[in-house]
């Protein structure tokens, strides 16, 4: 009867996947012939699958993996992303299964989130949106989804789940972009030599931001995974990710990538942990890269790039004109003090007509200085909720950075507070983190 329930439970993962890839292809199937009736009974088996998915505890794996999809999650072009409405349920569901418990801070930071963002609204003249509703029912209800989730969530399931999203996502956008009702749902940048892909995603680098999330799980997996089977996969996985964010031609992608390595080559070669399987991996990564970067399909991504770098003669150029909107977005702090103290209230405006692509300079603007660092005070004790039952002294500071650079370096050139990834990542980086003191504990 035990080793019945142990592949039971071995199986069920591969079920989960399997009904992931299958209602993806659906959806694809539905887009391109415009079919109403097929995408509909898709978006809501998607929802249903949600719903087993938080009974079999595999809910955050399949959110990861839909992540890359959520711009296809649409009835129509145009249209809301059911991907929003099943993070919502996911919330909803853990609610309920936790008897309505909510911890003081949710309830708290939520509602003063929610005055300094109305006095803000009305201060600037802005209107009451879905997504401010959606906001701060995430503020309030979000923490139940992630509480103790070090102890239920496995990295090298969430890290599987969301590579296989991110891969089947470019891959098939890269296909069937030939299609005219899907390619509405797909960007290409052509000009020049230069070609930009980024899957479903309107933009390259918030495509690639998933990327460098994944590479850095995957990474932190590698330089702990003792078994040569799951060792070959993770490493057939990290390459797969590396052509896909090559796609992109996204110079963030490039370097943040570059200080992925940077960082993960020492942890590799540390002494403690030094010994023939780990030289086996060293060298097998060198070969496999040698293959990889000597192909004709990553030589002519890799041409891409260069051209791409090779335009940037200051740092202007270099940043594709970020670091001019950054010192515009700045002067307006210096000069408006009521935007600087209560921000634009969390609505759909930017100064100008221009984002600001930062994170940071984006949290000042939407919340204001007042409202902001309890926005990061509410997302550090969500965090810190994750440690539940986690020693932090035993999280090892390079995997820590590791995590950190992967997922919230991009975000220093991308506006991410109106997106489901402001909520999905962070969790997936703090697991990350914990995954190497989990370890540490078990050996």
């Given at each position: 009867m035990n080793r019945i329930d142990?592949?039971?439970?071995?199986?069920?993962?591969?079920?989960?996947?399997?009904?992931?890839?299958?209602?993806?292809?659906?959806?694809?199937?539905?887009?391109?012939?415009?079919?109403?009736?097929?995408?509909?009974?898709?978006?809501?088996?998607?929802?249903?699958?949600?719903?087993?998915?938080?009974?079999?505890?595999?809910?955050?794996?399949?959110?990861?993996?839909?992540?890359?999809?959520?711009?296809?999650?649409k009835l129509y072009y145009g249209g809301f992303s059911f991907f929003t409405v099943g993070l919502l349920l996911t919330c909803g569901i853990s609610f309920l299964r936790d008897k309505g418990r909510i911890r003081v801070y949710q309830v708290v930071l939520t509602c003063v989130v929610m005055a300094l963002t109305l006095v803000g609204k009305a201060v600037q003249g802005n209107r009451l949106a879905f997504s401010y509703a959606f906001f701060l029912a995430m503020l309030l209800l979000f923490p139940c989804v992630t509480k103790g989730s070090d102890q239920r969530l496995d990295l090298w399931l969430l890290t599987a789940f969301f590579a296989c999203g991110i891969i089947t996502a470019a891959l098939s956008a890269q296909q069937i972009a030939r299609y005219p009702n899907i390619s509405r749902f797909i960007k290409v940048d052509s000009y020049l030599t230069i070609t930009r892909l980024s899957g479903y995603y309107g933009d390259p680098n918030f495509y690639s931001a998933h990327i460098t999330a994944c590479l850095a799980g995957i990474q932190i997996l590698l330089s702990r995974e003792r078994q040569r089977l799951r060792q070959l996969l993770l490493a057939m996985l990290a390459v797969l990710l590396l052509y896909c964010g090559l796609l992109s031609a996204s110079k963030t992608f490039v370097v943040v990538t570059a200080l992925l390595f940077f960082i993960w080559v020492p942890i590799l070669l540390e002494r403690h942990s030094f010994g023939t399987g780990r030289l086996r991996l060293i060298l097998g990564i060198l070969c496999a890269g040698l293959l990889v970067f000597t192909s004709t399909a990553f030589q002519e991504l890799m041409r891409i790039m260069d051209t791409r770098f090779s335009y940037a003669s200051n740092v202007s150029e270099l940043t594709t004109g970020r670091t001019d909107l950054w010192v515009n977005y700045l002067k307006e702090f210096s000069s408006n003090i009521p935007l600087t103290l209560l921000g634009e209230g969390y609505s759909a405006v930017t100064l100008h007509g221009r984002a600001s692509h930062n994170t940071l300079i984006q949290g000042v603007y939407q919340f204001g200085i007042l409202g902001f660092p309890l926005v990061i005070a509410w997302l550090f004790i969500t965090l810190r909720g994750i440690y539940a039952r986690t020693n932090l002294r035993q999280i090892r500071w390079n995997d820590l950075l590791l995590a950190a650079i992967g997922v919230a370096l991009p975000w220093m050139g991308l506006d991410i507070l109106f997106f489901d990834e402001l909520f999905l990542l962070p969790v997936y980086a703090a697991i990350a983190a914990a995954y190497s003191a989990s370890e540490l504990k078990d050996g």
């Amino acid at each position: 009867m035990n080793r019945i329930d142990k592949a039971d439970l071995a199986r069920r993962p591969v079920l989960a996947l399997a009904g992931c890839v299958v209602l993806s292809a659906l959806l694809c199937v539905g887009q391109i012939r415009a079919a109403t009736g097929l995408i509909a009974a898709t978006l809501f088996a998607f929802l249903l699958f949600l719903l087993w998915a938080s009974s079999e505890n595999n809910v955050f794996a399949v959110l990861l993996y839909f992540l890359p999809w959520s711009p296809l999650l649409k009835l129509y072009y145009g249209g809301f992303s059911f991907f929003t409405v099943g993070l919502l349920l996911t919330c909803g569901i853990s609610f309920l299964r936790d008897k309505g418990r909510i911890r003081v801070y949710q309830v708290v930071l939520t509602c003063v989130v929610m005055a300094l963002t109305l006095v803000g609204k009305a201060v600037q003249g802005n209107r009451l949106a879905f997504s401010y509703a959606f906001f701060l029912a995430m503020l309030l209800l979000f923490p139940c989804v992630t509480k103790g989730s070090d102890q239920r969530l496995d990295l090298w399931l969430l890290t599987a789940f969301f590579a296989c999203g991110i891969i089947t996502a470019a891959l098939s956008a890269q296909q069937i972009a030939r299609y005219p009702n899907i390619s509405r749902f797909i960007k290409v940048d052509s000009y020049l030599t230069i070609t930009r892909l980024s899957g479903y995603y309107g933009d390259p680098n918030f495509y690639s931001a998933h990327i460098t999330a994944c590479l850095a799980g995957i990474q932190i997996l590698l330089s702990r995974e003792r078994q040569r089977l799951r060792q070959l996969l993770l490493a057939m996985l990290a390459v797969l990710l590396l052509y896909c964010g090559l796609l992109s031609a996204s110079k963030t992608f490039v370097v943040v990538t570059a200080l992925l390595f940077f960082i993960w080559v020492p942890i590799l070669l540390e002494r403690h942990s030094f010994g023939t399987g780990r030289l086996r991996l060293i060298l097998g990564i060198l070969c496999a890269g040698l293959l990889v970067f000597t192909s004709t399909a990553f030589q002519e991504l890799m041409r891409i790039m260069d051209t791409r770098f090779s335009y940037a003669s200051n740092v202007s150029e270099l940043t594709t004109g970020r670091t001019d909107l950054w010192v515009n977005y700045l002067k307006e702090f210096s000069s408006n003090i009521p935007l600087t103290l209560l921000g634009e209230g969390y609505s759909a405006v930017t100064l100008h007509g221009r984002a600001s692509h930062n994170t940071l300079i984006q949290g000042v603007y939407q919340f204001g200085i007042l409202g902001f660092p309890l926005v990061i005070a509410w997302l550090f004790i969500t965090l810190r909720g994750i440690y539940a039952r986690t020693n932090l002294r035993q999280i090892r500071w390079n995997d820590l950075l590791l995590a950190a650079i992967g997922v919230a370096l991009p975000w220093m050139g991308l506006d991410i507070l109106f997106f489901d990834e402001l909520f999905l990542l962070p969790v997936y980086a703090a697991i990350a983190a914990a995954y190497s003191a989990s370890e540490l504990k078990d050996g």
